[in-house]
């Protein structure tokens, strides 16, 4: 069985930093690519990040570009999202999802998907 959890929101000020775990269980990073997606309430939920072994890729939303890192640990089986430069538009709740072999910016092809968790920039 596939599980994502994603960890580490909460309330920051503007300029802040963040760094999110991503946890996953029964899927190989070898096989599948794993993204951070966010949503505000009222709008479309959004790829914020993503990366894949398969192509050696890591993907950016022009947002976050600069400011946001993702990275992963085979041996925790844990993706990271750290959060540098936080904005208030940055604020969101944050999921980490699986979809197969390459990055999507495509939210629905996300096949797994994990509980979000509340990221909060203050101005």
């Known amino acids: 069985e596939v599980q994502l959890q994603a960890f580490g929101g909460g309330l920051t000020q503007t300029g802040g930093s963040l760094r999110l775990p991503c946890e996953a269980s029964?899927?190989?990073?070898?096989?599948?690519?794993i993204a951070w997606l966010r949503q505000v309430p009222g709008k479309e939920r959004e790829v914020v990040s993503c990366i894949s072994r398969s192509d050696n890729t890591r993907y950016y939303a022009d947002s976050v570009k600069g400011r946001f890192t993702i990275s992963d640990d085979n041996a925790k089986n844990q993706v990271y999202l750290q959060m540098n430069n936080l904005k208030p538009d940055d604020t969101a709740v944050y999921y980490c999802?699986?979809?197969?072999?390459?990055?999507?910016?495509?939210?629905?092809?996300?096949?797994?998907w994990g509980r979000g968790t509340l990221v909060t920039v203050s101005s």
């Open positions: 029964g899927l190989s990073f070898d096989d599948y690519a």
């Open positions: 999802g699986a979809t197969a072999v390459f990055c999507t910016l495509s939210p629905p092809e996300y096949t797994f």
